[in-house]
C-alpha cells in the first residue's frame, strides 16, 4: 500500500510541476535514432494511432492526407508529444510501485502453488527411493539365507 501511495505522490508531483525544457531536449545519443531502432520504437511506431499503419491507411482513402503540413503543424505535433509524453511518464511512475507489488505477490503464489509442490514430489521420491532400497535389502538378505 505504501508503495502505491508513493508512486501516486511521484506522479502527482510530475504531472503538477512539469518537466522543464531541458528535460524533453534529445541527448546526444538520441541523434541518430539507431538507439531507438534497436529498442524496437520504431516497429512499435507503425502500429501506435497516428502511426505508420494508421497513416497509410488513412492515404487510401484521403491521397493527399498528412499529419505534418506546415511549420505551424510542426510546432503542434511537438506540443502533442510532449503532453503524451508527460502523461506516459505519468502513468508508468504511477504503475511502477503497485507493478512491482504485484510481481512479488505473482512470485510468492508461483513459490507456493508450484515450486513447493515440485521440491515435495522430490522429496516424496528421495523416500521412496530410500524404502525400495531397504526392500530390496531386506529381499537379497532372505534369499541369501
Not at 493527399?64 to 505551424?72: C, G, I, K, N
Not at 515440485?118 to 531397504?134: I, K, P
Request: charged content about 20%; hydrophobic content about 45%.
Amino acid at each position: 500500500m505504501a508503495g502505491a501511495v508513493g508512486g501516486a505522490i511521484a506522479a502527482a508531483v510530475f504531472a503538477a510541476l512539469g518537466p522543464s525544457a531541458g528535460y524533453y531536449r534529445p541527448r546526444p545519443f538520441e541523434a541518430s535514432r539507431e538507439f531507438y531502432a534497436r529498442l524496437g520504437v520504431r516497429f512499435f511506431r507503425r502500429f501506435v494511432p497516428l502511426g505508420d499503419c494508421a497513416n497509410r491507411l488513412t492515404r487510401r482513402a484521403v491521397p493527399d492526407y498528412r499529419v505534418v503540413r506546415s511549420p505551424a503543424d510542426v510546432a503542434k505535433a511537438e506540443q502533442f508529444g510532449r503532453f503524451s509524453e508527460r502523461v506516459h511518464t505519468t502513468f508508468l511512475v504511477f504503475l511502477l510501485p503497485p507493478t512491482f507489488w504485484g510481481l512479488a505477490q505473482l512470485i510468492l503464489f508461483n513459490g507456493l502453488f508450484n515450486l513447493y509442490p515440485v521440491l515435495l514430489q522430490r522429496y516424496t521420491r528421495a523416500r521412496l527411493e530410500t524404502l525400495a532400497n531397504r526392500r530390496d535389502r531386506l529381499q537379497s538378505r532372505c534369499r541369501g539365507s
